[in-house]
C-alpha cells in the first residue's frame, strides 16, 4: 500500500515499518529569496520536479533580523548564502536597545506572505515547515561571532536582555503562523557546538531559550526538526528538545550516524554529505545513500543532507538521492 507523505513521514517518526524510505534535499534561492512569490514558485517547482516528502522552506537567513536594521547581500556564494554588510550590535549596550517587532511587517510579514502563498499553491497535499532561527543564531546575525561571543562573556546581563527581546520577537512570529497551514518548523541551532561554546555556556544563554520557543510550539505541528548546525554538535545537551526529527552534519562530524541514532527519540534526517552530494558522482552518492539505509536498518530515517544542498548540485546526483529511496520500497 502507498502512504501519503505525512503518513510516510509519522510512521518514520515513530519508526515503524514505511512503504518505502522518506525523502528531502532543500537549498537557497537567492534572488529569488527577496520577492515572496518568486520564493514560492522556487520552491513548489522544485518539489514539482522531485516529489520529496516535504518541502523546507528556506529563506535568505537574514529574514529574522532585517527589521532590527541588518543589511545584507548576494555575492555568488554557491552556497546561496548573503554576505552580511551592516550590523546593528556594536556595543554591549546595544542589546538592551533592541526593540519589539510586528510580525506581521517588514521581512518578517514578507515571510508570512511566503507561507500564505505556498499553502494556495500546494493546496494541502505536501507538508511544509518554515525555517526559524534560534536566538543565539539571530543574535550572531545582529553582531557578529566574534562580537556575540565576546559580549556573551563579558557582558552576560546585557546580552540576556537582548535574548529576551529576541525570544519574544520569535514567539511573536511563531503565534503569527499558527494557522498559517505549515506542519512545523525546522528550528537552527548554530552555537550547541562544543567548537563555539562550552557545555555550561551553551546551557546558561541557548538551552533556556530554545525550550522556551520549543515548549510553544502548537500542538497540531507535527514535523518540527532540530537543526544542528556546524562540528562536535552538544547531543547530550539538546537531545531532549520536544522535537520530532533531528538533523545534523552527520557525514562530517562526530557523532555518526550509528552513534546519533542512539541519542535521539524520532526520526534522524541526514545520511548524505551536503558536500559528497555535490561533489561525486550519482554511484557514490548512491551507496552512499545505501549504507545509511543500513545503519538505520531502514527504519526513522528521513534520507537528507546535514545542511542545504549547494545551488550547484549537478542534477544527476538530486535524482540519485531521489531514486535511492526507491530501492527501500517494502524493504522496512
Known amino acids: 500500500m502507498t502512504l501519503t507523505k505525512r503518513e510516510r513521514l509519522e510512521k518514520t517518526i515513530a519508526g515503524e515499518a514505511v512503504d518505502r524510505l522518506p525523502v528531502s534535499l532543500w537549498r537557497h534561492w537567492p534572488g ?18 522531485w516529489d520529496f516528502d516535504f518541502i523546507k522552506i528556506t529563506p535568505a537567513s537574514s529574514y529574522c ?25 556594536q556595543r554591549s549596550l546595544d542589546w538592551t536597545e533592541l526593540r519589539v517587532l510586528d510580525p506581521y511587517k517588514g521581512q518578517l510579514g514578507m515571510q508570512l506572505e511566503v507561507i500564505r502563498l505556498m499553502k494556495e499553491g500546494l493546496k494541502g497535499d505536501i507538508p511544509f515547515i518554515q525555517t526559524v532561527f534560534n536566538p543565539l543564531s539571530q543574535a550572531k546575525k545582529l553582531a557578529g561571532e566574534a562580537g556575540m561571543i565576546n559580549h556573551l562573556r563579558t557582558a552576560p546581563e546585557r546580552f540576556k536582555t537582548g535574548l529576551n527581546i529576541i525570544t519574544e520577537n520569535i514567539l511573536r512570529f511563531i503565534d503569527a503562523m499558527r494557522k498559517s497551514g505549515v506542519s512545523g518548523i525546522f528550528y537552527a541551532v548554530q552555537h550547541a557546538s562544543y567548537t563555539l561554546l562550552s557545555r555550561a555556556e551553551y546551557e546558561e544563554f541557548g538551552k533556556p531559550y530554545d525550550l522556551q520557543i520549543l515548549e510553544a510550539m502548537p500542538s497540531d505541528w507535527w514535523l518540527n526538526v532540530l537543526h544542528l548546525h556546524g562540528e562536535l554538535p552538544m547531543v547530550d545537551v539538546v537531545n ?3 522535537t520530532s526529527v533531528v538533523n545534523w552534519h552527520d557525514q562530517e562530524t562526530e557523532p555518526d550516524l550509528a552513534t546519533g541514532k542512539l541519542k535521539f527519540n524520532g526520526a534522524i534526517c541526514g545520511g548524505l554529505g551536503q558536500w559528497d552530494v555535490h561533489n561525486r558522482a550519482p554511484n ?13 536498518n531502514n527504519r526513522r530515517l528521513i534520507l537528507s543532507t546535514g545542511c542545504v544542498m549547494m545551488t550547484t548540485t549537478p ?4 535524482r540519485a538521492v531521489r531514486e535511492a529511496v526507491e530501492f527501500t520500497r517494502n524493504a522496512s
Not at 75 to 86: A, H, K
Not at 315 to 318: A, E, F, L, P
Open 284 to 296: 557514490a552518492v548512491l551507496e552512499q545513500a545505501r549504507h545509511a539505509f543500513e545503519v538505520m
Open 240 to 242: 531532549d528538545y520536544p
Open 65 to 89: 533580523v532585517a527589521d532590527y536594521g541588518v543589511q545584507d547581500q548576494w555575492i555568488g556564494n554557491i552556497e546561496g548564502t548573503r554576505e552580511y554588510t551592516r550590523r546593528v550590535v
Open 32 to 49: 529569488d529569496d527577496q520577492r515572496p512569490a518568486d520564493l514560492v514558485q522556487a520552491c513548489i517547482d522544485f518539489q514539482r520536479q
Open 315 to 318: 542534477t544527476s546526483n538530486i
